[in-house]
């Protein structure tokens, strides 16, 4: 029997051992990757335990995640309405929820619902051509930090404010921008509040609200059925509880899957010391009190993953304590098995766990959380994520109409199509469901959308000819975003 590569805990009596090929220390001058690649944070340093599970951080999410508030079907959004009626209420927004006061005549700068949707109408893809200054009038998908992006909302201001200086001065029209965060909302209400405090510094920039929420969908050619996916939502009201709390249940609902499912691999596997501390400083959540990305749990999955694999391989990145008495107990083995040639495991009576059944294991667990495919009921199950009837339902109880539109929707060939299709008649039904059900709000698609160019399997042809097909089987507008910090 080979014992190499092996760890024995003996407060738990089980030996760890990895039945695949052994990878390098970090430091070494190994050329693997070491943390995720979604993960902006430096590679991972899993000797460095949290002291408890008692930081301040810890127990705000502990202490967070009881209570989630019901959605409720209010009534249908209003279609008529004056801009001075919207201003007003952001103003009244601002001063109950940020106590700053902002008069109403400061906001006519932000444009409302019906103004966004008669621009809409005459929307075209030159519009969010960022390399066409002459053309570039619109730039409808951007993050700020508050979210998934890198910029501050004062920095995103004052570079969108000097873009529509300028573009003003050429062509005599505003500029429109919206700032769209991921599932959070306080980005866009900084922004309000920051352009009411000195609206002549935004004089020729029309600030639309808007905001991507995620949601949990059917994917018939998507090896799991299921996929998540964003949905661009402009001319809402920021300050409306309404949607606060929906924003604050769905963050609320994606730590407590998480909170949960980190708690119950540690349980089973306490040799790694797995918390919520260390999975959030890995995963670069610098806002884990009031944002949580869609599909966290995945996260949590590939940490728990990568941290019992890693463990497993390379022995001498758990704490030094343990490698010494593991190095001393393993020598003790090698001499018993060469001694007596009896069974080393058996001998001392422990478990062996290796990395493969450490990750079905895992996996498990997963499944008790993750969002899925219901074959029997023919949709998608989910306790972490929002679905789309859930997103409609929430707008109903607002009183401004808001205008929806499909972030990146090529990717939805990938979850419909069968490879190679040019067709896309698969992806234009499912749209078509989607703005069946919007009582209206759907109303537009993205053919201009920031991910696409860093994207280097997408050549500019296939997303031209997608668009095309889009335009001519539905009746969706275009709306796009452009990586405006490229100007």
């Not at 510094?201 to 059925?225: D, E, Q, R, V």
């Not at 940490?303 to 107990?329: F, R």
Request: glycine share 6%; proline share 4%; charged share 25%.
């Amino acid at each position: 029997m080979e014992i190499k590569n092996s760890l024995y805990f003996p407060r738990t009596g089980r030996i760890l051992k990895s039945d695949k090929v052994k990878i390098e220390h970090p430091a070494s001058n190994s050329s693997r990757s070491w943390g995720y690649s979604y993960s902006k944070a430096a590679a991972p340093n899993f000797c460095a335990r949290s002291s408890s599970q008692s930081s301040p951080l810890y127990t705000y999410i502990a202490s967070s995640l009881s209570g989630l508030k019901i959605f409720n079907r209010g009534k249908k959004p209003e279609d008529n309405y004056s801009p001075s009626e919207y201003a007003s209420d952001l103003s009244k927004g601002i001063k109950d929820i940020m106590e700053k006061d902002i008069a109403p005549k400061n906001l006519t700068g932000i444009m409302t619902p019906d103004e966004f949707r008669e621009h809409l109408a005459n929307f075209k893809e030159k519009d969010f051509n960022i390399n066409n200054p002459e053309t570039y009038s619109a730039d409808l998908d951007y993050q700020s930090n508050f979210s998934s992006g890198e910029e501050n909302v004062f920095d995103i201001l004052d570079k969108a404010a000097a873009y529509a200086q300028n573009y003003h001065k050429r062509t005599g029209k505003d500029f429109i921008f919206a700032l769209t965060d991921r599932d959070s909302i306080e980005g866009i209400q900084h922004a309000i509040r920051i352009i009411g405090e000195n609206p002549g510094k935004y004089k020729h920039l029309k600030l639309i609200p808007g905001i991507k929420l995620s949601f949990a969908h059917t994917a018939p050619t998507s090896i799991i059925g299921y996929e998540n996916s964003d949905m661009l939502v402009y001319g809402l009201n920021p300050y409306s509880q309404n949607l606060i709390d929906y924003i604050e249940q769905t963050i609320q609902k994606r730590k407590e899957m998480t909170l949960n499912f980190i708690k119950d691999v540690n349980t089973l596997y306490p040799e790694f010391a797995y918390n919520i501390i260390e999975f959030a400083e890995q995963n670069n959540l610098k806002y884990m009190k009031n944002y949580a990305v869609s599909n966290l749990y995945w996260r949590a999955r590939e940490y728990a993953e990568t941290k019992g694999d890693t463990a497993i391989k390379g022995l001498s990145i758990v704490p030094d304590e343990i490698v010494k008495q593991a190095e001393n107990i393993l020598d003790n083995l090698n001499q018993v098995y060469l001694g007596s040639g009896e069974s080393t495991y058996s001998a001392l009576g422990t478990n062996i766990i290796t990395d493969s059944e450490l990750n079905k294991t895992i996996e498990k667990v997963f499944e008790k959380y993750s969002t899925h495919y219901d074959k029997s009921q023919n949709k998608v199950v989910s306790a972490a994520e929002n679905l789309y009837t859930d997103m409609i339902s929430r707008f109903h109880g607002e009183r401004y109409k808001p205008i929806m539109a499909i972030a990146s929707p090529y990717y939805f060939s990938h979850y419909f199509e069968k490879r190679g299709t040019q067709t896309y008649d698969n992806v234009v039904e499912f749209f078509t469901k989607l703005q069946d059900k919007s009582d209206g709000m759907l109303a537009g698609f993205e053919s201009a959308a920031p991910g696409y160019k860093n994207d280097e399997n997408l050549s500019y042809e296939t997303i031209n000819n997608f668009n095309k097909i889009i335009r001519e089987k539905t009746n969706l507008k275009e709306v796009g975003g452009s990586l405006m910090n490229k100007v």
